[in-house]
């Protein structure tokens, strides 16, 4: 079992920024990716950004350049750092984490969301 406990959301005004950290405990042999997804009111769940066990990253087109995800190997951890927040921006942020327990047997793992409020 691989637990995600999230942290950092809150209510800002437009143009101001928030961190999210996520860390991940439990069972883990190695994560290979790590990421941020988010779902307003009467929306689908859609990707904000992910990163690979290799540091390479990808970005939802309407984070690019806002948006910054980065990991602590040492730690589990992956952080959202969020700057220039928009109202739109507005959701539930979920974290997602995916490995293996040990060989030959992965995970996917959710957190359990934190809000993010942006006030215009």
């Known amino acids: 079992q691989v637990q995600l406990v999230e942290s950092g959301g809150g209510l800002v005004q437009a143009g101001e920024s928030l961190r999210l950290s996520c860390a991940a405990s439990g069972t883990i042999f190695t994560i290979n990716r790590m990421g941020w997804y988010r779902q307003a009111p009467g929306k689908q769940r859609e990707l904000v950004a992910t990163i690979t066990s290799g540091v390479m990253t990808n970005y939802a087109d309407s984070v690019k350049g806002r948006f910054t995800i980065s990991r602590d190997t040492a730690k589990n951890t992956v952080y959202l750092q969020m700057n220039s927040l928009k109202p739109e921006d507005t959701a539930v942020y979920y974290c997602?984490?995916?490995?293996?327990?040990?060989?030959?047997?992965?995970?996917?793992?959710w957190g359990q969301g934190t809000q993010v409020t942006v006030s215009s």
């Open positions: 997602n984490v995916g490995g293996l327990i040990r060989i030959g047997v992965d995970f996917n793992s």
